[in-house]
T-cell receptor, first 113, second 111 residues
C-alpha cells in the first residue's frame, strides 16, 4: 500500500519564477492538504482540497493556488516566487469520513535564489 | 486564534531513560490532537492520534495523554533508544480540516 508521494524531491528556482509541486494521496484517501514548513518551524497550513474544490485556506496570499484531480491527486502552484517562499512543502492526505487522521508525504524542498 | 507551544525546544537524554514531551494549546475546542515524528529534512510520521473524547493513546513504548480542559498533552517515551532521536511535533485540529502545529521538541538520545 503506497503512502503519500510527492514530486519533485528538491527544486531550485529564482525570484519571480513559478513552480508546481505534485502530490499523490495514500490509497483510499480523498482529501489533500498542503503545508509550508520553514526551517526550524512547525508546518503552516496553506489549503485543503476535497471533491476537487478548495475547502479551507490558511493565511497565504493568492500567489499560492492549487488543484485536485478526479483521481484525488493534487498540485500546488506558487507564482512570482519570493526568497521567503524557500521551505519544505508537505502534502498530507486523509479520509473525509472516520478519524480524519492526516498522513504526510516526504515533502518537496524548494529553494528560491 | 489557536496557538500551540511545545516545551522544551530541545532535550538530550542518555539511552534507556524515560522522558516526557509537553504540548499546550490555547483553545480547548479541538476535534483531535496528533503527535508526529520528523527526521531531519524529511516528512512527518504520525505516531499517535487522540480524539477529543479520549484521555490517552498507547503504541508500543509511546503513550500520549490529552487534558482538553487545561489545553495540555504529553508524549511519554519509555526506555529511550538512539533511534528515537528526531523532532517531535504536536498538532491540534480545531475543526474537521487543518492542523495547527507547535514548533517541536528536538530530542537527542545519547548512546
Amino acid at each position: 500500500d503506497a503512502g503519500v508521494t510527492q514530486s519533485p524531491t528538491h527544486l531550485i528556482k529564482t525570484r519571480g519564477q513559478q513552480v508546481t509541486l505534485r502530490c499523490s494521496p495514500k490509497s483510499g484517501h480523498d482529501t489533500v492538504s498542503w503545508y509550508q514548513q520553514a526551517l526550524g518551524q512547525g508546518p503552516q497550513f496553506i489549503f485543503q482540497y476535497y471533491e476537487e474544490e478548495e475547502r479551507q485556506r490558511g493565511n497565504f496570499p493568492d500567489r499560492f493556488s492549487g488543484h485536485q484531480f478526479p483521481n484525488y491527486s493534487s498540485e500546488l502552484n506558487v507564482n512570482a516566487l519570493l526568497l521567503g517562499d524557500s521551505a519544505l512543502y508537505l502534502c498530507a492526505s486523509s479520509l473525509e469520513t472516520g478519524s480524519n487522521e492526516q498522513f504526510f508525504g516526504p515533502g518537496t524542498r524548494l529553494t528560491v535564489l | 486564534k489557536q496557538e500551540v507551544t511545545q516545551i522544551p525546544a530541545a532535550l538530550s537524554v542518555p539511552e534507556g531513560e524515560n522522558l516526557v514531551l509537553n504540548c499546550s494549546f490555547t483553545d480547548s475546542a479541538i476535534y483531535n490532537l496528533q503527535w508526529f515524528r520528523q527526521d531531519p529534512g524529511k516528512g512527518l510520521t504520525s505516531l499517535l492520534l487522540i480524539q477529543s473524547s479520549q484521555r490517552e493513546q498507547t503504541s508500543g513504548r509511546l503513550n500520549a495523554s490529552l487534558d482538553k480542559s487545561s489545553g495540555r498533552s504529553t508524549l511519554y517515551i519509555a526506555a529511550s533508544q538512539p533511534g528515537d532521536s528526531a523532532t517531535y511535533l504536536c498538532a491540534v485540529r480545531p475543526g474537521a480540516n487543518n492542523l495547527f502545529f507547535g514548533t517541536g521538541t528536538r530530542l537527542t538520545v545519547i548512546p
